[in-house]
T-cell receptor, first 114, second 116 residues
Framework: DAGVTQSPTHLIKTRGQHVTLRCSPISGHKSVSWYQQVLGQGPQFIFQYYEKEERGRGNFPDRFSARQFPNYSSELNVNALLLGDSALYLC?????????????FGPGTRLTVT | AQSVAQPEDQVNVAEGNPLTVKCTYSVSGNPYLFWYVQYPNRGLQFLLKYITGDNLVKGSYGFEAEFNKSQTSFHLKKPSALVSDSALYFCAVRDGGGGGADGLTFGKGTHLIIQP
């Protein structure tokens, strides 16, 4: 079975631009979470979606938004990019939306903002 | 609020020796604890979790972890290290009292280096 897939793999954007990152969860998984991993740090929670509803949101500005589609895939959007948004963006899927299930991570999208 | 501390940036172990990677946590409710491993240029792989029950949990690749409520710790262990265990290890926590809305909180990670 395919794992979590993310696209694109790498992305270079300029300050002020907008970016959309995409994620497809493991088949049968209904929850998708997004994390930002800055070099040398652990991942930081951005959003969780379950059954197309936002279930949780981390401490990120409103420039960050996301949505989940009927097929459970998800998009993360970031507006007005800043240099500090350069990071590895990880998507994770889990069967349900509860706190006890393990999350399975994709390979990530490396975003560089210049 | 929930938080995780991994006090060691790097742990060096000789191949065949036992290894321990330390983790302590802070939550207001019941802790749900996880260990993940990250290889270079790859996403995180789930190793094991503690939700409730037996304090010693076993996971993938021969790893295990011991939950200690009084010390608020969840150290990762393996009886005999392999060179292939060399990677970046993350401890993560979720607060059961928050209903999971906060997502996983990760530590900064510990580089595990197994020397042949």
């Amino acid at each position: 079975d395919a794992g979590v897939t993310q696209s694109p793999t790498h992305l270079i954007k300029t300050r002020g631009q907008h970016v959309t990152l995409r994620c497809s969860p493991i088949s049968g998984h209904k929850s998708v979470s997004w994390y930002q991993q800055v070099l040398g740090q652990g991942p930081q929670f951005i959003f969780q979606y379950y059954e197309k509803e936002e279930r949780g949101r981390g401490n990120f500005p409103d420039r960050f938004s996301a949505r989940q589609f009927p097929n459970y895939s998800s998009e993360l959007n970031v507006n007005a990019l800043l240099l500090g948004d350069s990071a590895l963006y990880l998507c994770a899927s889990s069967l349900g939306g509860g706190p006890t299930g393990e999350q399975y991570f994709g390979p990530g999208t490396r975003l560089t903002v210049t | 609020a929930q938080s995780v501390a991994q006090p060691e940036d790097q742990v060096n172990v000789a191949e065949g020796n036992p290894l321990t990677v330390k983790c302590t946590y802070s939550v207001s409710g019941n802790p749900y604890l996880f260990w993940y491993v990250q290889y270079p240029n790859r996403g995180l792989q789930f190793l094991l979790k503690y939700i409730t029950g037996d304090n010693l949990v076993k996971g993938s690749y021969g790893f295990e972890a011991e939950f200690n409520k009084s010390q608020t710790s969840f150290h990762l262990k393996k009886p005999s290290a392999l060179v292939s265990d060399s990677a970046l290890y993350f401890c993560a926590v979720r607060d059961g009292g928050g209903g999971g809305a906060d997502g996983l909180t990760f530590g900064k990670g510990t580089h595990l280096i197994i020397q042949p």
